[in-house]
């Protein structure tokens, strides 16, 4: 992580205080905060202390000393069952956030009920999304269950039916659009790879110089999402990409790397692409998670089987996969349109 964020009061106004290497797309992304300000004494940008910029820079409410104790009580088990250190960080939020709802509370008396009234009264008032509020309920259940030995019925609970929504794509002229408008040797060949590999943003900011094999031409990807390794494909123009890369920059232990050493961060990547895609004119709403899915697609539409697919992207189960069925337009074009008849 590039930049760092703790709470302030500045001239009697609680601020957010952002400290952060000087780098163009993180200096655009704070910029574009309502309200963002440069503080001289503080040597920092600064932005309101609001519920939204809390959560957007995951600064929790604060915690009393009790929940303190529990909050690392939870982690030692996550660590000992080796979650994932993203799983960690948003269960940890999660239950440090319903251990403050309910503050002047003792744990020992949290009813089904109170799950109840926080899911209402928080999770659905501040409108998260459904994925993330599965991840918070499913936090709060773990750790009743763990720590307190009590068992919570999580069928009692509210949620919203799961939007049945299709991945975003994009064509392959766009995609190469995107790629050639980049001029930075480290920016185009990130993106490039997690298009021509089919990555998940967290894999390809995990991989090292030794994972990319040039002799079978794959990459090596490890403790990927469910803690399971796998092999994918490496690009004989993508290797050209990334061999001019490494001189250029010499990475020292991860293949992308900060200015400051330590891996690359999650938010700048996002960043360079959506001012990458701007400057290069795609209208569509995107992330670089659209990149694996226009991965998927363009293999599915050049003839590649499913389960191959399916094992180029990690998935578990081939019902994940299928999703990318309903997005090719390999079928639909061998349909005639009635208009055209």
Known sequence: MNWKAELIIHRNEPRIALYFVKETTLFTWVKSFNDVRWSATKSCWHVPDTKENRFTFKLAEPSTPYAIQELEIFKRYLLSKRYSTNTISTYCDALKSFLFFYKDKPIKNITNE?????????????????????????????????????????????RPKREKKLPIVLSKPEIMKVINSLDNMKHKTLLALIYSAGLRISEALNLQPKDIDSVRMLIHIKDAKGKKDRYTLLSEKVLLLLREYYTLYTPKKYLFEGQLGGKYSNRSAQIVLKQTAQKAGILKPITLHTLRHSFATH?????????????????????????YTHVSNSSLKKIINPFDI
């Not at 799950?115 to 991840?135: C, F, G, P, R, T």
């Not at 094992?311 to 996969?321: M, V």
Request: charge should be positive; charged fraction near 20%.
């Open 114 to 158: 109170d799950i109840i009234v926080y899911n209402n009264e928080y999770i659905l008032k501040n409108k998260l999304s459904a994925s993330y509020q599965n991840q918070i309920v499913n936090a709060i259940k773990l750790y009743f269950k763990i720590v307190e030995n009590k068992k919570i019925q999580i069928e009692d609970i509210h």
């Open 299 to 323: 293999l599915l539409e050049s003839g590649t089987d499913l389960r191959y697919i399916q094992a180029l992207l990690g998935h578990s189960s081939p019902k994940t996969t299928m999703i």
